[in-house]
């Protein structure tokens, strides 16, 4: 098999606030087509990978290179051909759902934007609400608008923050086979972040489990739950959270 | 009524004032700013009485330009703050958006507003006063200009605290302005001003507009002197509002400030 072309390669990164590493010596790649699950509890550092990932945060040292660039010195090139979506973050709630798509559509540059929307907002099964108020919309249709706008410009890279949050499991499972058909298709690297272990068993290729800034394990869900002689990831989740500090080998001999 | 509800509301409002000092700020400054006007426009007008026949022209003239500044520096704060309150913040700045593009789209909305602002003001004031805000001639544009760029100044730099502060900094929004209001000597000369308050006003752009605005009002003709200290200074602010701005956005991606703010 052909070595796949490295999306994103991190090395040695770390952030610290006021004393405190938020993220720690964290070193990883996502390959092309690839889709990473981060997990960790809260406050594991996650939320702080993803916002060093989208230049929110300068890190405290390390490297970031996204498509084999250096992410500081070709900040706009790099944004263009990625995009993210969270479920906690909205489109401005006094436009309607398509003048949101279309001033995301011009940011992004998307060629033939309103074919483009089109495709999206039937894909998401938005298109009778394109006329609506983004604020009247439930949340759920939010999350999906949200996807939508995520995948505009076709990215090579996709950062999902809890994507499928605030979906219902019909909606969810929807929305994990779109993103699946998607980077089958078009090659796609997805960084997922989620608490949601159906979201991570069913999408991701490869899971990092982090804790206090660190990753304490990674692997396929089936080598993970192999480790910590686990059933579910969810037991594994729970393990974690609940004995932080501990190897693997020490927390399964717990159980 | 229950009294322990009003005392719990009481308290949250005591807590929030008490670690919020712009807050806090906000409940002196809007009083201390009317006095400082008001003050300033009653010794005017007892040194004038009656020898300033065009003081309506002028008082009008100012209200309509002031708008300009207050206008341009608003749009530049609210547009941020509009993406702050639509918890939209991520999905800009995560965008392929550089932080002078989306200054620079805060810069343009904040000229068709106060563009707009002068047009609709201008004909009420013609249809209320018969005032003819076109008598100002080719001057209006130089006028208009040099506020319009003080007030992207204000904007930029009152941005850049949003960035820092947080949302703390929100009431400087709409106070900022206020604050060089008594300085920029909009209804009234600067030789009304203490001493130490002239010193300020010269190195304000807006006096200058407005000392220029009186006088080619009275005489018919400005004095170059105040377009060129309006424009040199607005030079010298922007490069210091683009310097802080920077910094500010710099320093608040270092301390993760943006993707907090955001949240």
Known sequence: ?255 | MNLRVVKALVLKYLYVCSRNSFRALDVFFWPVMDLLIWGFMSIYMMRVQTSVPKMVPMLISAIILWNVLYRAQQVVCVAFLDDVWSRNMLNIWAAPIRPSEYVGAGYVVGFMQAFVVVIVMGLLAGFFYSFNILELGLHLAILFANLIIMGWSLGLTVTGLFLRFGPPAEALAWAVPFIFQPISAVFYPVEILPPWMQTLAQLTPASHVFEGMRELISTGHMNTFHMYAAFGLNLFYMSIAAFLFKSFYEEARKRGFLAKYAA
Do not use: W
């Open chain 1, 1 to 255: 098999m052909s070595e796949k072309e490295t999306v994103v390669e991190i090395n040695n990164l770390s952030k610290e606030f006021k004393g405190k590493y938020a993220v720690s010596d964290l070193s990883f790649v996502v390959k092309k087509g690839e889709i990473l699950g981060l997990l960790g509890a809260n406050g594991a550092g996650k939320t702080t990978t993803i916002h060093m990932l989208l230049n929110l945060i300068t890190p405290s040292s390390g490297s970031i290179k996204i498509f084999g660039k250096d992410f500081d010195q070709h900040r706009i090139e790099i944004l263009g051909r990625m995009n993210f979506a969270s479920a906690y973050q909205f489109l401005p709630y006094n436009l309607k759902v398509i003048e949101n798509l279309r001033v995301f559509a011009e940011i992004y540059s998307v060629n033939n934007t309103e074919q483009r929307i089109t495709e999206l907002l039937d894909l998401f099964e938005l298109s009778h609400l394109k006329n609506n108020s983004t604020g009247m919309l439930s949340s759920g249709e939010q999350t999906r608008l949200n996807l939508c706008k995520a995948l505009l410009n076709n990215p090579e890279l996709l950062l999902l923050d809890e994507p499928t949050a605030s979906l219902d499991p019909d909606q969810a499972d929807k929305v994990r086979k779109i993103i699946l058909d998607l980077q089958r298709r078009s090659g796609m690297s997805v960084i997922n972040t989620s608490h949601n272990m159906i979201d991570v068993h069913e999408l991701c290729d490869r899971i990092l489990f982090m804790q206090t800034g660190t990753v304490i394990a990674q692997g396929t869900a089936a080598e993970i739950m192999s480790t910590y002689q686990s059933q579910s990831l969810e037991e594994v989740f729970i393990m974690i959270a609940r004995q932080k500090g501990k190897s693997p080998n020490t927390m399964s001999s717990n159980n």
